[in-house]
């Protein structure tokens, strides 16, 4: 059922990948068409922009519907000045009447959904009611004059920066709305200048072919402005949709770590005891065939036999502790157990521990350590494990004669720190990452053939670490490496002075 179960959810996780995949794919076949149809557009946007455009003339159509026959309503009374009444009540009528029309297609275009709509037939209804709305502004310029007015040019002339400038506000999403409102009032007020030229002031008309060129320009800039804001607006849509799919992904990946990580600490715990119970059996009958308990052993090679025995178990079972003390500390399961300890002292019994094995290299060890230094505030079994794997690493790669000095000393600001210097071969400089990575051994170790699991630096750092504290490596190829540990301020223990009251209650006692 296991193998079933595991099987069902291996298929589910590839279908899961598979359907993320092909949702890229999607988007990226998408994307390159919309590129494609845009670089064959003449109007140089994506045929998606389109609706938006219109949508967004629209808006601003249907915004206008109550400003715009106010300003019907001013320009008619105005116009009076010069025509009758009743020609300007029948040019207000007519003006709301288009502007109506206007707007009531603006609301219904905005009703309808992008799907239900045919974009070319909706702009061309858009275009002849701008055309018709230009024609009406131009009408009133055109209304028969039966009052002799000053300055008539020149107030045809703000009507038409009015509308000129009204229109480009409200078209510039389609540019060619903008022409089409624009256009008509533009020559009518261009050509009466023309026809007056002898009575007006030709600054006139280079300002109102110039106010007609600022205004179109104008209209090109919100336009390209808008684009750009729609091309932002689809990018940032993408990136979302990529990152959604990216967190999805990585949910799915974490959940699977978190899964294998689980499944990595069961099997850690259930081989831990699989591998202990016949480790413990194996190293006690060694250890009894070394001592020869029950007599003495018939052959010189039975005995070697039961050391080597012994040795390999022994090193099986330190690698199964690194492997378990480095999978409870990965796992954040590695709880201190934390008290006042004395760095000298620890370093110290770490030199006699490892002495008469540097003496079987004729490696010699110095011990450094200031006895004055205040306590820590540490577990000594993780203290003593960080300085013995330190230590080891400094016989087991120093050559025969060498010198190693063990240094325990306070630091300057307060805290205290380990330091083990050796006159070994070094770490090439290249090597420094892997050797400090978990598993990871130097080619010294693998030419040597020393025993070693590669993970006594990861699991030093990581118990450094626990405690606050740093690990620094310095190493120099075929001059020696230093190792360095050091724990913090916050770590030493205030040394506190006997009270004079307390002395005195004492003697009174």
């Known amino acids: 059922m296991a193998g079933v179960f595991r099987t069902d959810r291996s298929k589910e996780n590839s279908q899961q990948a598979n359907s993320v995949r092909a949702a890229k794919r999607r988007a990226v076949l998408r994307t390159v068409h919309d590129v494609r149809e845009q670089l064959n557009n003449k109007n140089g946007y994506r045929p998606s922009f389109r609706h938006e455009l219109m949508l967004m003339y629209a808006e601003n159509r249907s915004s206008a519907a109550y400003a715009i026959p106010v300003l019907f309503l001013i320009s008619g009374a105005i116009s009076t000045l010069w025509t009758t009444p009743l020609n300007s009540l029948l040019w207000i009528i007519a003006a709301i009447l288009v502007h109506a029309a206007s707007t009531l297609y603006a609301l219904r275009f905005k009703s309808h959904a992008e799907s239900d709509i045919e974009l070319g037939s909706w702009q061309t209804r858009f275009l002849v009611m701008e055309a018709m709305g230009g024609i009406i502004w131009a009408a009133i310029l055109l209304l028969p004059t039966t009052k002799e007015v000053g300055y008539l040019e020149e107030y045809q002339f703000a009507v038409m920066l009015v509308v000129i400038a009204v229109t480009t506000m409200l078209n510039f999403p389609i540019p060619s709305a903008v022409w089409a409102g624009s256009l008509p009032i533009a020559l009518v007020i261009n050509h009466s200048i023309l026809i007056h030229s002898t009575d007006t002031d030709p600054t006139l008309s280079l300002m109102s072919i110039g106010a007609i060129v600022f205004f179109i320009l104008l209209s090109k800039r919100l336009y390209s402005s808008t684009l750009a804001m729609l091309n932002f607006r689809l990018e940032k849509d993408y990136l979302i949709t990529e990152l959604e799919q990216a967190k999805a992904i990585s949910d799915e990946s974490r959940r699977q770590a978190e899964e294998a990580n689980t499944a990595k600490s069961r099997f850690l715990a259930t081989m831990s005891h699989e591998l202990r119970t016949p480790l413990n059996a194996i190293l006690g009958f060694s250890e009894m065939m070394q001592s020869e308990v029950f007599g003495p052993l018939p052959n010189d090679k039975y005995r070697e036999y039961a050391n080597d025995i012994h040795s390999s178990g022994s090193h099986l079972l330190n690698l199964i502790n690194e492997i378990l003390d480095l999978s409870r500390i990965e796992a954040g399961r590695y709880r201190l157990n934390e008290e006042a300890v004395t760095l000298a002292l620890i370093a110290e019994d770490c030199e006699n521990l490892l002495r008469i094995r540097a003496k079987a290299k004729d490696v010699t060890i110095s011990l450094d350590a200031d006895q004055t230094l205040p306590k820590l505030w540490a577990d000594e079994r993780a203290v003593r494990q960080i300085i013995l794997n330190l230590l080891t690493n400094a016989v087991k ?30 770490i090439p400089e290249h090597e420094i990452e892997t050797v400090l990575s978990a598993f990871g051994q130097g080619s010294a170790a693998i030419q040597s053939a020393e025993e070693g699991s590669g993970l006594g630096l990861s699991i030093v750092q990581a118990l450094v670490s626990m405690h606050g504290g740093s690990f620094d490596l310095q190493s120099e190829l075929r001059k020696g490496t230093t190792v360095t540990a050091k724990f913090p301020q916050s770590r030493v223990m205030d040394v506190i002075q006997p009270s004079k009251h307390r002395i005195r209650l004492k003697r009174a006692v």
């Open 397 to 426: 790669f120093t050559p025969n004669g060498g010198k190693i000095t063990l240094t325990v000393k306070g630091l300057e600001g307060g805290g205290q720190m380990v330091s083990i210097k050796d006159t070994g071969m070094g």
